[in-house]
């Protein structure tokens, strides 16, 4: 008689076989699940750090003073206050106060003239004088003379201009001493000193001219003061 081997069942054959080995296998895991779900959930919750804020605190309202309107043009306007906070010392501000226009003083741009300074006084008169004359005439000219003499205390120079129109200068010279200078230019006959003259002396300056039409010259001057004999 033979005999017939039996095989042995395997162990997925076992399991599949058993429906509520699976319910109960699936139940396990998903409670496995849950409770490590949790774990990470207290793991990671915080704390607050600080306590409960205080409410906000509110401040009273600032009075707000209105500011005041300035003043008619030229005049200081009045001290504009700002509002301060409570608790502090108040402190105002002044606005300066405008500038009073200048008064119109025919200057388109108001300025000030300063007045005009006095004329300075006359000079004193020359302390040499001078005194014209005509030494001497011929045909075509003639020559004259300005006896000069210093009247002062002291010694002097001295300047002689005389003016003729027309005419032309030959020659000038100073009788009995140092010569100077001399020049004629548009009808003005100049002589200057060469050395100033002593106090209480005289000297005549001497001059010849041609074609000048008369003897007498337009204006003569010694120091700018007129001479004598004309």
């Known amino acids: 008689m033979s005999r017939t081997r039996r095989a042995a069942p395997s162990p997925g054959s076992a399991i599949t076989s058993s429906p509520w080995v699976l319910v109960a296998t699936g139940v396990i895991v998903m409670v496995v699940l849950l409770v490590v779900a949790l774990g990470s959930v207290r793991g990671r919750r915080t704390f607050p ?16 003073a209105p500011a005041t309107s300035p003043a008619v043009t ?24 405008r ?4 008064a119109s003083t025919g200057s388109p741009r108001g300025d000030v003239r300063p007045a005009s300074p006095a004329p300075p006084p006359p000079a004193p008169p020359s302390a040499v004088t001078g005194r014209y004359g005509v030494v001497s005439t011929f045909d075509g000219g003639f020559i004259g003379e ?8 002291s010694a002097r120079g001295w300047t002689v201009r005389l003016t003729f129109p027309q ?3 030959v020659t000038a010279w100073v ?29 005549p300056v001497r ?3 041609e074609r000048t039409g008369t003897t007498r010259p337009d204006s003569c001057a010694v120091d700018g003061a007129t001479c004598a004999g004309l």
Not at 55 to 60: E, I, K, N, Q, R
């Open 74 to 97: 030229g005049q200081a306007s009045s001290p504009v206050t700002r509002p301060v906070a409570p608790g502090l010392s108040p402190r105002s501000t002044v606005l300066p106060a």
């Open 167 to 169: 005419g032309r200068l």
């Open 207 to 209: 001059f010849h001219f």
């Open 146 to 153: 300005v006896l000069l003499a210093n009247t002062g205390r």
């Open 175 to 203: 009788e009995g001493a140092e010569q100077g200078r001399f020049g004629f230019e548009g009808g003005v006959f100049t002589y200057r000193s060469g050395v100033d003259l002593a106090a209480g002396a005289s000297v």
């Open 99 to 102: 500038p009073t226009p200048a």
């Open 49 to 64: 750090t600080q306590g409960p804020t205080d409410p906000a605190m509110s401040l009273p309202g600032l009075p707000v």
